[in-house]
């Protein structure tokens, strides 16, 4: 990055990290009495803002409330409500904010990214018309593209609806497009995430993955997360139980 003085760098390496949005947030809060965990399942330069939502789009309220869900995965400055997030670009590779025109791209990835060794069978199954929701809007969204195609996500949201919880940001969501795998597209999502959390002065970033997917598990090692705890037995998946991880990254 130049504006930012950060440097992104990518691995090769490619994986698919993604996750469920409604499990996730109702372990959060069935947790919330305890310890609580919240879930998942090549340098660049900062280019132009990309445009927020048109004002006829529905309100999408996705920066305050967890929005749950497991997550496998180039940039501009782009703004949101509050301020502005910095972006990088890598490449031919640029994330930018979302925009409700990118809803059916990130609907066809969500539904055809996922797999049972990375997120939930049940929630890409049945009829989904759009992506983005009141609680998930594309202001919780950093986007990664070349040549105007959509090649993957990461949901970056507050982890905690109450101020106690402020400074701890959750990736909710990471995907890559099964045409775009092996590209680094993950690591340069992952770069932006920590870019961006940074901008906003958060402590910590955290994440839930399956324990049954290792190539996920690799690529959040590799970007410095580390494991903070188990949930045994935590779903039940083709007729088997998965453990759920649950790591995070100081920042």
């Known amino acids: 990055m130049s504006a930012a ?10 994986t698919v990290v993604q996750g469920n949005e409604l499990l ?12 609580i965990r919240h879930n998942l399942g090549p340098g660049g330069t900062l280019a132009q803002a ?24 180039k940039m501009d400055d782009v703004t949101d409500d509050r301020s502005p997030v910095a972006a990088e ?25 996922w797999d049972g060794s990375s997120g939930f069978p049940s929630l890409t199954s049945g009829e989904r018309s759009q992506f983005f929701n009141e609680r998930s809007g594309p202001d919780a ?19 905690y609806p109450f101020p106690e919880g402020n400074g701890v940001l959750a990736i909710n969501g990471l995907a890559v497009a099964n045409s775009a795998r092996g590209r680094g597209i993950g ?7 920590t870019a961006e959390a940074v ?3 958060a402590r910590k970033l955290t994440l839930h993955v399956h324990a049954t997917n290792a190539p996920a598990r690799r690529l959040y090692e590799r970007h410095g997360y580390t494991l903070e705890g188990t949930h045994h037995r935590e779903f039940q998946i083709d007729g088997e139980y998965v453990d759920a991880l649950h790591l995070a990254k100081f920042l």
Not at 5 to 14: C, K, N, P, Q
Not at 187 to 193: D, N
């Open 5 to 14: 003085g950060i440097t992104v760098t990518t691995d090769l390496a490619e």
């Open 24 to 35: 996730l947030h109702q372990l959060v809060m069935n947790l919330a009495d305890n310890d």
């Open 50 to 73: 990309a445009p927020a939502a048109t004002a006829s789009a529905p309100p999408r309220n996705s920066s305050s409330a967890p929005e749950c869900t497991l997550c496998g995965v």
């Open 89 to 113: 670009s890598t490449g031919n590779v640029t994330v930018r904010r979302a925009v409700e025109a990118d809803d059916a791209a990130l609907l066809e990835i969500e539904l055809t990214a």
């Open 141 to 159: 969204h950093l986007v990664a593209e070349a040549g105007g195609e959509v090649l993957g996500y990461l949901r970056l949201q507050d982890k």
């Open 187 to 193: 690591s340069t999502l992952l770069e932006a995430a």
């Open 199 to 201: 901008r906003r002065g």
